[in-house]
């Protein structure tokens, strides 16, 4: 069992930055791959970036490529979601999740625990 505790989210005019972390429980967190998800309103929950257990690659969703970077530090057991340059759009409630076993990374199904959500709103 992993429990996952994001924090991090808030208000940010546009253009600003925000760092989201993700706080893990139990000694395995070093076996999971990692990924940030986001939910806006009315919208489907979408697939923002992933990393690797050991941090060797990480994956972007094309809407966040060269803005958004996702970092683990393991002795920490947290996983963190740095954003810039950000705009109205990326308003969302953002969750991390954890995948144990692999597949597609962009894919909700194939993730394991899921934390509850952290509010972003970007004022234009």
């Known amino acids: 069992q992993v429990q996952l505790v994001e924090s991090g989210g808030g208000l940010v005019q546009a253009g600003g930055s925000l760092r989201l972390s993700c706080a893990a429980s139990?000694?395995?967190?070093?076996?999971?791959?990692m990924g940030w998800f986001r939910q806006a309103p009315k919208k489907e929950r979408e697939f923002v970036a992933c990393?690797?257990?050991?941090?060797?690659?990480?994956y972007y969703a094309d809407s966040v490529t060269g803005r958004f970077a996702i970092s683990r530090d393991n002795a920490k057991n947290t996983v963190y979601l740095q954003m810039n340059s950000l705009k109205s759009e990326d308003t969302a409630v953002y969750f991390c999740a954890a995948q144990r076993y692999g597949g597609n990374v962009a894919s909700l199904t194939n993730y394991d625990y899921w934390g509850q959500g952290t509010q972003v709103t970007v004022a234009s």
């Open positions: 139990g000694r395995t967190f070093g076996m999971y791959a």
């Open positions: 990393i690797t257990s050991i941090g060797d690659g990480t």
